[in-house]
Nanobody, 120 residues
């Protein structure tokens, strides 16, 4: 059993900043990648940023230069620093961890989601 606990969402004005965090715990043998996705009302879930355990980082074009993903590997925690927030960043943000629960079996695990609202 793997649990992901997210925190850090909230209401912020345009141009403001927020930092999301997600801590993974439980029966995770090895993490392949950690990342963030978001889903706005009426839209499909989309990738925001991912960080794989080989050091590769990927951002959605819409957040490049504004968002920064980072990890604390010792604590199995991933962060998303969001600067210069725009109303179109409003969404529920989900943490994702791809990892092995055993030496041969991997899966995708999801957090419960945290609401980010950007509004004057």
């Amino acid at each position: 059993q793997v649990q992901l606990v997210e925190s850090g969402g909230g209401l912020v004005q345009p141009g403001g900043s927020l930092t999301l965090s997600c801590a993974a715990s439980g029966s995770i043998f090895r993490i392949i990648a950690m990342g963030w996705y978001r889903q706005a009302p009426g839209k499909q879930r989309e990738l925001v940023a991912t960080s794989n355990s080989g050091g590769g980082i990927n951002y959605a074009d819409s957040v490049k230069g504004r968002f920064t993903i980072s990890r604390d590997n010792a604590a199995n925690t991933v962060y998303l620093r969001m600067n210069s927030l725009k109303p179109e960043d409003t969404a529920v943000y989900y943490c994702n961890v791809r990892g092995y629960s055993s030496p041969r079996e991997w899966d995708d695990y999801w957090g419960q989601g945290t609401q980010v609202t950007v509004s004057p």
